[in-house]
């Protein structure tokens, strides 16, 4: 499985973006899928993730009711709309996918995925 993210770019405080991830190699309706951010010095942390069985969608704190991920089989592609975009939000952000079914708590843990597109670059200015 091949992910390639794009969407990324320059964007002022307040200001949205939409992320895309396009999958080949497998069939996206099997993907958990998930998007992950690093900035630079800090460590790659999770940004939200949706659930095969029932597309349920889980989001770190830091992003909960700015960001909104999406998916759309027929595509083999999953988005994540960030809006009202902090400086903080600024990262590499990656898409990551796993065919594996964790449980709810284990959505958001790196170690989950198996798979990850190269990185988009998401800058915030101020």
């Known amino acids: 499985v091949q992910l390639q993210a794009s969407g990324g770019g320059l964007v002022q405080a307040g200001g949205s973006l939409r992320l895309s991830c396009t999958a080949s190699?497998?069939?996206?309706?099997?993907?958990?899928m998930a998007w992950f951010r690093q900035a630079p010095g800090k460590e790659r942390e999770a940004v939200s993730a949706?659930?095969?069985?029932?597309?349920?969608?889980k989001y770190a704190s830091s992003v909960q009711g700015r960001f909104t991920m999406s998916r759309d089989n027929s595509k083999n592609s999953w988005y994540l709309q960030m809006t009202n975009l902090k400086t903080e939000d600024t990262a590499v952000y990656f898409c990551?996918?796993?065919?594996?079914?964790?449980?709810?708590?284990?959505?958001?843990?790196?170690?989950?995925?198996?798979?990850w597109g190269q990185g988009t670059q998401v800058t915030v200015s101020s």
């Open positions: 190699g497998g069939t996206s309706s099997r993907y958990l």
């Open positions: 990551a996918a796993t065919y594996s079914s964790p449980i709810w708590s284990s959505l958001l843990v790196k170690d989950t995925y198996s798979y």
């Open positions: 949706m659930r095969t069985q029932d597309r349920r969608i």
